[in-house]
Antibody
Framework: QVQLVQSGAEVKKPGASVKVSCKAS????????IAWVRQAPGQGLEWMGW????????NYAQKFQGRVTMTTDTSTSTAYMELRSLRSDDTAVYYC???????????????WGQGTLVTVSS | DIQMTQSPSSLSASVGDRVTITCRAS??????LNWYQQKPGKAPKVLIS???SLHSGVPSRFNGSGSGTDFTLTISSLQPEDFATFYC?????????FGPGTKVDVK
């Protein structure tokens, strides 16, 4: 069965960086993209960007351009999201999600990791 | 960016009720619209993709419809496990944006 397992919670100081991992299993990693979505406490879902599992091409939301880097390690079927210059409003749960297509051209986030809480506090 | 709106933002309902949630996109997105359910402390789960396609394993009481800019999620008979927050999301063009959510709680 498809699983995405993320790394554990992090506490960081303002200005620091955080790198979250997302280990995939149960499917061929290079055949699917991985997106990163975050959710601030009590708030909605925010798409941060996407990485192609085969080519490692990326597409970042403009809001995060210059501060985020998404990478993959195909040898371990793991995706990574690094966010730099952290601020207090980056405190959120960060999710990875697989980009699937189910009989149509419409992409859907069909499997999600369990989430990683990143707390930014001095 | 495409803005997604949902109404209502919250609603109270009873088991067995028919529940309808609407989602509107700021520009046409054809059928590039997905619905997710999220329970507290858990990751979202997909219910409906491509506006009306029921995802594998999702009960048939969930139904999606719409195209263009206006979409609807209907729960035909609300069950105890359905109390949650529901989000629509467009995958027509990046950035892939979500609606603000509709919280369904117990009346």
């Amino acid at each position: 069965q498809v699983q995405l397992v993320q790394s554990g919670a992090e506490v960081k100081k303002p200005g620091a960086s955080v790198k979250v991992s997302c280990k995939a299993s149960g499917y061929t990693f290079i055949n699917f993209g991985i997106a990163w979505v975050r959710q601030a406490p009590g708030q909605g879902l925010e798409w941060m960007g996407w990485i192609n599992g085969r080519t490692a091409n990326t597409n970042y939301a403009q809001k995060f351009q210059g501060r985020v880097t998404m990478t993959t390690d195909t040898s371990t079927s793991t995706a990574y999201m690094e966010l730099r210059s952290l601020r207090s409003d980056d405190t959120a749960v960060y999710y990875c999600a697989r980009e699937g297509y189910h009989g149509s051209s419409v992409m859907v986030f069909d499997y999600w990791g369990q989430g990683t809480l990143v707390t930014v506090s001095s | 960016d495409i803005q997604m709106t949902q109404s209502p933002s919250s609603l109270s309902a009873s088991v067995g009720d028919r529940v309808t949630i609407t989602c509107r996109a700021s520009q046409t997105i054809s059928n590039y619209l997905n619905w997710y359910q999220q329970k507290p402390g858990k990751a979202p789960k997909v219910l409906i993709s491509a506006a009306s396609s029921l995802h594998s394993g999702v009960p048939s009481r969930f139904n999606g419809s719409g195209s263009g800019t206006d979409f609807t999620l209907t729960i035909s008979s609300l069950q105890p496990e359905d109390f949650a927050t529901f989000y629509c999301q467009q995958s027509y063009i990046t950035p892939f944006t979500f609606g603000p959510g509709t919280k369904v709680d117990v009346k």
